[in-house]
C-alpha cells in the first residue's frame, strides 16, 4: 500500500517525506502544485528512488485527485499542501481560500469516494496538518491553547485553516471519514523558505543585510523542530483516534527578538562578520504588520500522554542543527532567493 502526501515538496511535506522514506518501506506518492513555496530541490536525494512518486497537481482539481486514488491503493493521506505564510494572506486572501479550503474540500471528497463506507475498518487514515493559529491570540497570562480552546482565527491564513479544519471534522462525523486533526506550533529546520522568520533571519544575516523585526518584537510564538513535528505526525498516524484532535508543540515559548538574537549569537560564533561587528547590529525594527496576535502557545499533553510522543530537540540544540544546516548549504538558499522571490521580498522589506 501507499501514502499520499500532499505539499510534499514543500518545507514540512518534503522533510516529512524524505524522513519516512528512510525509516518505512512503504511508498510515497508526493502530490503537489509547485507553487513558489514547492521546491523540488528538497527531494534532490530521491532521485531514482522507486519508492517516491512526484506527481505535480492542484488539490483543487477533483479529476487529478481521482486518477491519483485510482491509480493506487492509498492506506493513507498526509494533508500538508497548503499555501502558508500569514503576510501573503494579508496581500492576497483568495488564494488562500481556494488551496486551503476548496483544496482540502476536494481531497476529502476524492478519499471518501475512493475509499466507500468502510475505510475506518479498513485500516484507511486521512491526516489533516493544521495551525496552532486557528485558536487566535492568547494573553501573556493565559494557558496554552489545548485541543478544547475554541477556534478565533485573526488572519485570512488563519481563518482558511479553520475552515478546513471544520471539513476534515465534519466529514469524520458525518462520513465516518478516517480523519486525525493536528494543530501545531511554528516549525523550523531545513530546507524552510527564507520568507518565514528564521530562514529570514539567518539569509539576511549572512547577506550583511537588515534583520527585519515586526514592532517591537515581543510576540511570543511556540517553536518545534521540523523533525520533532514530522515525528508526531507518524505517531499520529500510527496510533491516532479517528475524529481527535491532537496539538503539537515543542514547550519552547520565545518572543521573536529572543529568537533573533539566539540566531545572531550562534551566527557571531559559527561565522564572525569579517568587520568584527555582532550580527545582533544588523536588527532594524519594521512596523508591525496588521492584526498581529501577540502570544500562541500550546499544550501538547494530550500527545504525550496518550501516544507517548515527546520532541527529542530542545530549542537551543535544534537552532544549532538549523544554522549548521544552512551554513552547509548556502547553494540551496542561492537558487531558491532569485527570481520572483527575490522581487516579492525587495517590495516587502525595502
Ligand atoms: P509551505 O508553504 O512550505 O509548503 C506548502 C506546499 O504546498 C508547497 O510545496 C506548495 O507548492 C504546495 N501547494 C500549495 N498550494 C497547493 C495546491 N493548490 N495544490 C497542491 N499543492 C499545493 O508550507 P509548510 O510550512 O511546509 O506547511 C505545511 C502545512 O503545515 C500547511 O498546511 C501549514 O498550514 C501547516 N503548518 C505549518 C507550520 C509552520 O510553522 N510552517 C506550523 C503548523 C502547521
Not at 494557558?143 to 479553520?162: R, W
Amino acid at each position: 500500500m501507499t501514502i499520499l502526501v500532499t505539499g510534499g515538496a514543500g518545507f514540512i511535506g518534503s522533510n516529512f517525506v524524505l524522513d519516512w522514506l528512510k525509516t518505512s518501506d512503504e511508498p510515497v506518492i508526493n502530490l503537489d502544485k509547485l507553487t513558489y513555496a514547492g521546491n523540488m530541490d528538497n527531494l534532490a536525494s530521491l532521485k531514482g528512488n522507486p519508492a517516491h512518486r512526484f506527481v505535480q497537481a492542484d488539490i483543487c482539481d477533483a479529476d487529478a485527485l481521482k486518477s491519483i486514488f485510482a491509480s493506487d491503493d492509498i492506506r493513507a493521506v498526509v494533508h500538508f499542501a497548503a499555501e502558508s505564510h500569514v503576510d501573503r494572506s494579508i496581500h492576497g486572501p483568495e488564494a488562500f481560500l481556494d488551496t486551503n479550503v476548496t483544496g482540502t474540500f476536494r481531497l476529502l471528497e476524492a478519499a471518501r469516494h475512493a475509499w466507500g463506507p468502510n475505510a475506518a475498518s479498513d485500516g484507511r487514515r486521512f491526516i489533516h496538518v493544521s495551525t496552532d493559529e486557528v485558536y487566535g491570540s492568547l494573553d501573556p497570562d493565559a494557558p496554552a491553547f489545548s485541543e478544547t480552546n475554541t477556534y478565533e482565527p485573526n488572519s485570512p491564513y488563519s481563518a482558511s485553516k479553520a475552515a478546513a479544519d471544520h471539513f476534515a471534522r465534519a466529514y469524520h462525523h458525518t462520513y465516518g471519514l478516517p480523519v486525525i486533526i493536528t494543530n501545531c506550533s511554528n516549525n523550523y529546520g531545513p530546507y524552510h523558505f527564507p520568507e518565514k522568520l528564521i530562514p529570514l533571519v539567518i539569509h539576511r544575516a549572512l547577506k550583511g543585510e537588515p534583520l527585519p523585526v515586526y514592532g517591537d518584537g515581543t510576540q511570543i510564538r511556540d517553536w518545534l523542530y521540523v523533525g520533532d513535528h514530522c515525528s508526531a505526525i507518524r505517531r499520529v498516524l500510527e496510533a491516532g483516534r479517528l475524529g481527535e484532535k491532537y496539538n503539537i508543540g515543542g514547550f519552547n515559548e520565545k518572543t521573536n527578538i529572543e529568537v533573533v538574537r539566539a540566531i545572531c549569537a550562534l551566527l557571531d560564533e559559527r561565522r564572525p562578520r569579517s568587520d568584527g561587528q555582532n550580527y545582533a547590529s544588523q536588527i532594524t525594527h519594521v512596523r508591525d504588520r496588521p492584526g498581529h496576535d501577540k502570544r500562541y502557545a500550546i499544550d501538547a499533553a494530550k500527545i504525550a500522554t496518550e501516544l507517548n510522543w515527546q520532541p527529542a530537540e530542545t530549542f537551543d540544540t535544534g537552532i544549532a542543527r538549523t544554522i549548521d544546516w544552512y551554513l552547509a548549504n548556502q547553494g540551496w538558499v542561492d537558487r531558491i532567493t532569485s527570481g520572483a522571490y527575490k522581487n516579492w521580498m525587495e517590495k516587502q522589506y525595502t
